[in-house]
């Protein structure tokens, strides 16, 4: 018996011992590595505070600040507040500022590959456009363009399939386009450019302005939300649709690559996944509030909704094609990108085909009516 309790006592003490033992060696290593906090700025290509777009910076912020519990703080700048909405690339890769929230295709000019990774005409939706980025070679490619930026990008959002803009003429044919002064960056400019218009880039907080003194006939934004809040029903009549130029754009953050590479793993981590949230998140925001600002613009402002016709379109698709063409001819990494989402896009709009298209055709169908005996 006194033998027993001895024994039971001596491995209490063991116990006892390896837990401190335990504990000292945590609070002596890896916990005291790991206080190391960090305050980023993150400056952005929207009005600060801006709905929708401006709202993915700013949830990005709370959520890495809750989740790292106060280690990584994000200071979110709007546009003009640090620097100009157009400068955000250069702020953040020059380590200005330690990351960027915007589109990629504002950077077409540095570096032509990016408009992939924000959309291209007749290009992929919101669905097809993350299956690409995170399970079909995207993101890979996307970080290969901006490593020699001194930036690694994230998608940041997604405005799922946008309006083709806001018109203050009629499109009834290829001859409305002839003159027409448009804001529309990326590929649809070039597009619109070659259709006999005028493509011009203007950042979003001057938009209304440049509409209202007739600076530009023609703007697109993102979507009915978005387009609401900006007060364009003020300054334009037509509404036109489908956004046949961003068919399901991602946003960006980027981050400056030094600044990732000075973070700990677990805080890579937890802008990896608040990074995914606020991605998803935007979509998820824009699909329940789309309609309710698109029925608030027609049935109290009057305006006058319409569809661009099929010749436009078609126009405009065949135009693609050739802008697309010259734009990867002299760029190797653009023409590896270009041929990564075109075959990704074959295949998934196969399957898309019997899927989701189907589904929405067989939703429309109207339900037999009762037959009363
Ligand atoms: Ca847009």
């Not at 600040?65 to 250069?90: C, H, I, N, T, W």
């Not at 077409?108 to 690409?132: I, Y």
């Not at 997604?158 to 448009?182: C, P, T, Y």
Request: hydrophobic fraction near 40%; proline fraction near 4%.
């Amino acid at each position: 018996m006194i033998k027993k309790l001895a024994i039971s006592a001596l491995v209490l003490l063991l116990a006892a011992c390896g837990e401190q033992q335990a504990a000292s060696s945590f609070e002596g290593g890896a916990a005291v590595a790991e206080q190391k906090s960090f305050e980023w700025k993150l400056v952005t290509t929207w009005p600060k505070n801006y709905p929708g777009l401006g709202m993915a910076p700013e949830n990005f912020a709370r959520l890495v600040d809750r989740m790292s519990q106060g280690r990584l703080k994000v200071k979110v700048y709007g546009a003009g507040q640090m620097v100009p909405a157009l400068e955000v690339f250069d702020a953040v890769s020059q380590g200005t500022a330690e990351m960027g929230h915007g589109a990629a295709y504002y950077w077409k000019g540095k570096t032509p590959a990016s408009v992939f990774f924000t959309s291209v005409p007749f290009g992929l939706n919101a669905q097809e456009m993350n299956s690409w980025l995170y399970h079909g070679g995207g993101m890979e490619l996307w970080r290969e363009t901006y490593e020699p930026f001194n930036l690694v990008p994230f998608a940041g959002g997604n405005s799922g399939v946008q309006m083709a803009g806001w018109f203050n003429r009629e499109i009834n044919s290829l001859e409305d386009l002839q003159g027409l002064k448009m804001r529309i960056p990326g590929i649809g400019g070039e597009v619109i450019t070659r259709a006999g218009g005028e493509a011009v880039t203007i950042p979003g907080g001057e938009l209304y302005t440049a509409m209202q003194t007739g600076v530009i006939d023609a703007t697109e934004w993102v979507g009915p939300y978005n387009d609401l809040a900006f007060g364009f029903h003020q300054v334009a009549k037509y509404y036109y649709y489908p956004g046949w130029h961003e068919t399901g754009s991602t946003l960006e953050l980027i981050i400056n690559k030094d600044a990732w590479e000075s973070l700990p793993d677990d805080l890579q981590a937890m802008v990896e996944a608040a990074a995914r949230t606020v991605n998803q998140d935007m979509l998820d925001e824009y699909t329940a509030r789309n309609n309710a600002a698109l029925v608030q613009l027609v049935d109290e402002h009057g305006v006058q909704l319409r569809r661009l016709p099929d010749d436009v379109l078609v126009k405009l698709k065949t135009i693609t094609a050739e802008v697309l063409d010259e734009l990867v001819a002299n760029n190797p990494l653009a023409l590896k990108t270009r041929d990564s989402l075109q075959a990704f896009q074959a295949q998934v709009t196969d399957y898309h085909e019997i899927s989701e298209e189907a589904y929405y055709r067989a939703r429309r169908l109207e339900t037999e009516s009762t037959v009363q005996p």
